[in-house]
């Protein structure tokens, strides 16, 4: 176990504010977790590529570093990886496609960690999380014990899991065990990779996804940046028609139950909020939904920013937009 005091923020969030955090702890084991005791609620931080610290933080950060992965034949076609939550997500996709193993080659550059992947059901071009996910590993702070939850019991849905509801607080993700096929089994009904064979190799899939996701995406080690920052509204099957009769050019994707969902980054841009700034913060200026801090930006600018985003497409289409990443006040609780 490993404790930093009094340190800056900006290595542990990819929005690179500039808040000080109380503590940081590191954890190489679930030994090191069993002999963990805190008053407060810990602040539990994989990479920090969906999280903003708004304040400085006094409540303590914990992170779960152990990276390990280990591999299981489960029948003639699959095998079961079990991956430690310290693992980061994109060298173990990158690993998976090196093995010619299935499942999670779409997910590939999505930045973080493995222990974050099942917290939002991390989702991209027609695959997520859910689809390869076993069971994921949980330490509970109170029950100090290990559970395993069977993928069936975590809830997960479109950017959503139990671990944002009933277990939210509750305790930390040391592993997560992922089903991977040795066979071919290709999605490639998402654009940007429905030009590809209907043989295309893993190894061409994971390339094409990176080449698309690089095109697009600002790099935030480049440009700070926490990703996606509001989820794309659903809104019930009747709303979408009266807005359709009325904005002709508003994309829609019904879902399963047939509601409709309705991209963000649509609704953001038809706004004018395109590369607009508020200060240092800005939408990113090739993808809206995109929220960059050019450097010297404040929280304050990012609340600016946030309201007025909020406020507008709420008024014209009577839409509330949901934030996707995770902001932390000074107790280490959600800012919005
Ligand atoms: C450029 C860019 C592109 C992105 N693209 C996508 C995308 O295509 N699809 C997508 O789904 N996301 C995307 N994201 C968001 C981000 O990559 C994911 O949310 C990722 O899973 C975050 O991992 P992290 O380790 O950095 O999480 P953190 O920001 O550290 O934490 C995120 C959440 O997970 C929780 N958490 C972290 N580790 C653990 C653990 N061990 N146990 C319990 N809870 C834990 C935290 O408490 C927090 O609630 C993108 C982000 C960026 C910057």
Redesign the pocket.
Known sequence: MRTLTNISAVPY??FRFNAQLASVIEFGSVAELESFDSDTTP?????????IFMQDLSAPVC??VADSKTVTHLDPQHVLIHVE?GHN?HQLVNWTVEQQLWGIEN?A?????V???P??????YGVELADSCLYVD?YHWQQRKMQRIAAGRCKFGY?DSV??HAL?GK????AVGLCLSQQPARVLAYKGLDHLASDATIDTIFSQVIAV?SSK????EVLA????FFKNPVVAKQQYIELKAKYADMPGFTQADDSVKVPAAWLIEQQGFKGKRYGDVGCYKLQPL?VVNHGAGTPAELEQLITAVQQQVFTTYGIELEP?V?MLNSAGQSFR
């Open positions: 969030s990819t602040v539990v931080l994989g990479e920090g590529s969906n999280t992170r779960f939550a997500w997910l550059l999505i930045p973080g960690s222990g974050a992947a917290v939002q059901n991390i989702g991209a949980f950017r671990f944002k939210t305790g930390i993700i040391t996701r995406l600002p790099d935030p940046n926490c990703g996606s995109v996707e995770r």
